[in-house]
């Protein structure tokens, strides 16, 4: 009965052109079309809606993957720490190597003494001379002195040993700031592409709530006209709700994903990236950065932990070498004012020679503890071998994955757009329910959302693709 009535007359048969125009017109996507002419109100009311706003723009924004870089560089506190780490490095070899060089070193000190004792002693007598009395102060009461000193250990075996051991150690942190900026660019493009990711997702959002008030208008207006029911509104109500609470989600999870891209690159606020940035320059921008390495070996992170074994086996021969004799020289310099029985000025020369027979067991110690943290050092070279070679496979293969996903989904929405646009053309014209409608529009929106997800995580796939093996210079 339903769909005959809709059917018979000239007014019903406008009514049903006037609806499918409607709904083909929700599902355009923010450039939709106005809608028909019979429902003006209802098209105000929905573009009146506040929600259909969109977000409130970052308070920062990164134009491109160099401008990023340059933040990162300024103040990103895992960036600038680590380039520290290199610092302290040279400045531990530096330290190294004072041990085997000569120190001089000046003194100087002025003492005054508020008891003091006076007594006179008898000069000797002279033929043909008075004798001379000569008085005596003890100890002296003003005494200044001033010199220095001259050390140098000639023979240092353990020093000279520690000394190479240094120049291995700012090796080992340069390569550690290399992995650790292959990191930290990894987490970069992650952040930057889920901040898009979010960005296109709040879109899509408001694109579906547009759609569901429009379905909302046409349910109303198929009441109006006699054609519908009560529950096709509520049922469109509940999609219009349903739709509120998920672009509600989105806009929370795109303004987490600007505070983490702020935090990504150090900065104090949240960060957002423009809107029409273009995937493939970025990625040849990452790709730039970046130099893909086709040896394993050469990986960061693998060749750092083979220089920690290369320390490891040298703490073991440095731990030897404690009990190596040291033979030094020094010499010392000084002038007294008021000296006891000695000259005012004195200079002396000495060689010493330093032969540690026996420490309490220290050298035992530190050379039970060295090898033990050599056989440590070999384990973690076979384990970040293993795990480089894991990852790199996985990337690789992610990108695959990924790309069959994406293509998959492709189909998916495909499927989804073609159900739904066939759906509205049977409920314009009487056929099917308004829970056809809603169900056909949801599926379309989740099938919309996920091809824009897979398309940025394709992108990062492909990012992580070059990272996962690569020397990144920045």
Excluded at 266 to 271: A, I, N, R, T
Excluded at 332 to 354: D, F, K, M, R, Y
Excluded at 424 to 429: I, K, P, Q
Excluded at 431 to 448: K, N, P
Aim: charged share 20%.
């Amino acid at each position: 009965m339903h769909n005959r009535n809709l059917r018979s007359g000239p007014f019903p048969c406008a009514l049903g052109a006037a609806l499918f125009s409607i709904v083909a017109a929700a599902h355009a996507g923010a450039e939709a079309p106005p809608l028909a002419a019979p429902l003006p109100e209802a098209q105000a009311g929905a573009d009146s809606d506040p929600m259909l706003a969109p977000p409130p723009d970052a308070p920062r924004v990164i134009a491109s993957w160099d401008d990023a870089l340059a933040v990162v560089r300024a103040q990103s506190p895992d960036y600038v720490s680590s380039a520290q780490s290199v610092e302290r490095a040279e400045a531990q070899k530096r330290i190294a190597l004072a041990a085997v060089l000569p120190t001089l070193a000046g003194q100087g000190s002025y003492t005054h003494q508020f008891w003091t004792e006076h007594f006179t002693i008898a000069g000797a007598a002279v033929p043909g001379m008075m004798p001379t009395n000569i008085a005596v102060v003890t100890p002296a009461p003003d005494v200044w002195f001033a010199g220095a000193t001259l050390a140098w250990t000639i023979v240092n075996p353990r020093g000279i040993y520690e000394v190479g051991t240094a120049g291995k150690g700012i090796e080992l942190s340069k390569l550690s700031f290399e992995d650790r900026r292959r990191v930290l660019a990894t987490a970069l493009v992650d952040s930057m592409l889920a901040t898009l990711a979010a960005a296109r997702v709040a879109e899509l959002n408001r694109v579906g709530l547009r759609a569901a008030l429009d379905r909302l208008a046409l349910t109303k207006a198929r009441l109006e006209f006699g054609q519908g029911t009560a529950v096709d509104v509520d049922r469109a109500e509940q999609d219009v709700a349903a739709t509120r609470e998920v672009l509600l989600t989105g806009d929370e999870s795109l303004r987490q994903s600007r505070e983490a891209l702020g935090v990504a690159l150090g900065s104090p606020v949240p960060v957002s990236l423009p809107n029409g940035l273009d995937l493939e320059p970025f990625e040849a921008a990452v790709v730039r950065t970046c130099r893909l390495n086709d040896d394993i070996e050469r990986r960061p992170d693998v060749a750092a932990a083979r220089l920690h074994l290369e320390i490891a086996e040298r703490a073991v021969r440095d731990a030897d070498l404690l009990l190596a004799p040291t033979l030094g020289v020094s010499s010392a310099i000084g002038h007294v004012s008021e000296p006891v029985l000695a000259p005012n000025s004195t200079w002396l020369v000495q060689g010493v020679v330093n032969v540690p027979f026996y420490d309490g067991g220290a050298r035992y110690g530190a050379m039970r503890d060295a090898r033990a943290a050599l056989e440590q050092a070999r384990q973690t070279v076979v384990s970040t071998r293993l795990a480089a070679i894991v990852e790199s496979a996985r990337t690789r293969r992610s990108v695959g994955v990924l790309r069959a996903s994406r293509d998959v989904a492709r189909q998916r929405r495909d499927l989804a757009k073609r159900i739904d646009g066939r759906t509205r053309d049977g409920y314009a014209h009487g056929l099917g329910t308004s829970l056809d409608l809603v169900i056909s529009a949801e599926a379309l929106r989740q099938a919309d959302i996920d091809v824009a997800l897979l398309e940025f995580q394709v992108g990062s796939a492909r990012a992580h693709a070059v990272l996962a093996d690569a020397e990144c210079v920045y």
